[in-house]
């Protein structure tokens, strides 16, 4: 690792070694999960005057109205994903923000294609990503609320921004067996975190807990 990936003081390894020590202390129990989110360096992801908190568990303003979300959703969302399927082929994710979540996954999926509405935040997360060798991700600038049909299916998609209900064309793009996790609700309101799954005759879907997260927003920002 090069010196600003690294990190130092409040960016530095024992800062990330203490966050998985509090992500497991809330509950996060898969392995797998715990070591990419000690290993992923989350200060690249803010802007640098917020990255002595990048740390900390909680989301932080990444500019635009949005944030980059809260480590211990991130980690729940993705233990989630892995407790259905430990070795996921493509993932979708619609809602880039900072890359973050992103970069998690593509750590332990094999391909992740992912959507951000708003140009100048997609532009950045590319940047960052690409300085840290994370080549099986491919973003794209558009509105992700009807997904991405030119890759579909999918085995796994995430909504890192809650729609109302779940679009019914994200859940066409699933393959049989695939999961959709999203945070459904109104926003600033009750959200839940829920799992649809896609069976041979339709599909299943459990709660798994209240969460709050940005609204899934219609259109394109350039
Ligand atoms: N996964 C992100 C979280 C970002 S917050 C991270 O790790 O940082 C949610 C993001 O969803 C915002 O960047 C917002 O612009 C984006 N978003 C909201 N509605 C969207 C839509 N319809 N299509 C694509 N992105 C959307």
């Known amino acids: 690792m090069n010196h600003e990936v690294a990190g130092i003081g409040m960016t530095s390894q024992r800062a990330r070694d203490r966050l998985a020590r509090r992500l497991e202390s809330l509950g996060i129990r898969d392995m797998r999960v715990l070591e990419v989110m000690r290993t992923t360096p989350r200060h690249l992801f803010v802007d ?3 990255a002595h908190q990048a740390y900390e568990n909680t989301a932080l303003p990444i500019g635009f109205g949005q944030t980059i979300s809260q480590p211990w ?13 430990p070795a ?8 880039t ?30 940047e960052v990503l690409s300085s840290l060798g994370l080549h099986n991700i491919s973003l794209r600038h558009t509105d992700g609320s009807q997904g991405w049909a030119e890759n579909a299916p999918y085995d796994a998609i995430l909504l890192t921004a809650a729609p109302r209900q779940v679009p019914e064309s994200l859940l ?18 009750s959200q839940c975190l829920v799992r649809i799954i896609r069976t041979a005759s339709g599909w299943t879907r459990d709660d798994l ?9 219609p259109g394109e920002v350039q």
């Open 88 to 95: 996921p082929g493509t993932v979708l994710e619609v809602g």
């Open 48 to 50: 640098e005057a917020l």
């Open 209 to 217: 807990g209240p969460v709050s997260f940005v609204p899934l927003l």
């Open 73 to 85: 959703i991130v980690a729940r969302m993705t233990e989630a994903l892995l407790a259905h399927d």
């Open 172 to 189: 066409q793009q699933l393959s049989p067996g695939g999961q959709l996790l999203a945070p459904v609700g109104e926003e600033g309101g």
């Open 97 to 126: 923000g900072s890359g973050y979540q992103a970069a998690v996954l593509a750590r332990l999926a094999g391909r992740v294609v992912s959507l951000e509405r708003i140009r100048a935040l997609q532009r950045r997360a590319r």
